[in-house]
C-alpha cells in the first residue's frame, strides 16, 4: 500500500468582485499603471539607456586618449615615421640660422666702414662705385644661397642644396676681396671678412655631407 500522502490543496478560484468591495490588488495595479498618453518609467529608462550608454563610451574614449587624443595619435605616429627616415642636418640648419644673421650684420658694418673710409680717406671713386657693388651683389647671393641651403636641408632635396654650394663658393671668394683685394683694408675689415669665410667652410663641409646623405 502507498503511503498517504495528503490530501490535495484546494483548487484556487477567484472571487467576484462584490458590489461594494473593490480588490486591493486591483486597486494597486490600476492605480500604478500608467495613464494613456504617457510614458512609463521603464519605458524612459529603456529610451534614456541607450544615450547614457553611448554617452558614457564617448566619454571613456575621451578618457582613454586625453584631449586631442586623435590628433596626439597621429601626430605621434607622424613623428615615429619621420624620426625614423629623417636626413636633414640638424647642425646644418643651425648653422644657416647663424651665418643668416651674421650676414646682415657683415653686410651692414662693411657699408658703415666704405663709408668711412670714403669721408676719411683718399678713396678713389671708380673703386668706392665698384666695392659698393660687389657689397650689394654679396648680399644678394647671400640671401639667394641661404634660401636654397634652408630648404633643400629642409625637405630633403639635393638639388637646391647643390645649388646653395655653388653659390657658397661664390660668396666665400667675394668675402676674400674684401679681405685682401679691396682699396683699403681695415683691421675691422679683416676680423669680419675672416669670421665670414670660417663659416661659409663650415657650411661647405656640411653640405657636402648632407648631399651624400641625401643621394645615398
Known sequence: ?????????????????????????SAVARTSA???GTVGPLRQETRKWPKERERRRLRG??????PGGGAAKMAAARRGRGSSTMLSSVPLQMLFYVSGTYCTLYFLA???IITYKSQVF??????LVLDLALLLLMGILEAVRLYLGTRGNLTEAERPLAASLALTAGTALLSAHFLLWQTLVLWVDWALSATLLALHSLEVTLQVVAIAAFTR
Open 1 to 25: 500500500m502507498l503511503p498517504n500522502l495528503g490530501s490535495p490543496p484546494p483548487p484556487f478560484r477567484k472571487c467576484p468582485n462584490v458590489p461594494g468591495h473593490t480588490n486591493r490588488a
Open 34 to 36: 500608467p495613464k494613456r
Open 61 to 66: 574614449c575621451r578618457d582613454r586618449d586625453g
Open 110 to 112: 662693411t657699408l658703415l
Open 122 to 127: 683718399s678713396y678713389p671713386h671708380r673703386c
